[in-house]
């Protein structure tokens, strides 16, 4: 009997592959998150022999990606108050 499709691990990596092409057309620093916590997760399943459920799978997908989305704002967000201005235009 075949595995369900979110027990498939390259399903998982397949839609990190796609939810970082989607970041890379629409840039706005969300779905960079969600992508690394779906490849983690598809690493995570792709060790043999281990079955999780669905309810334990998108708990460690929702957990992964947060901590991602937060690790990725410490390190590339502006400092704490400081607002981005620009002074000259590309055009001039």
Request: hydrophobic share 65%; glycine share 8%.
């Amino acid at each position: 009997m075949a595995d369900p499709f979110w027990l498939t691990w390259w399903i998982w990596l397949a839609a990190a592959l796609a939810l970082g092409i989607l970041e890379i057309v629409l840039p706005g620093f969300i779905f960079l998150g969600f992508a690394i916590g779906a490849a983690i997760t598809g690493l995570i399943l792709a060790i043999p022999g281990l079955t999780l459920s669905l309810h334990v799978i998108a708990l460690i997908f929702a957990v992964l990606s947060l901590i991602a989305w937060l690790v990725l704002r410490r390190l590339f967000a502006l400092p704490h108050g400081q607002v981005k201005t620009f002074t000259h235009d590309i055009n001039d």
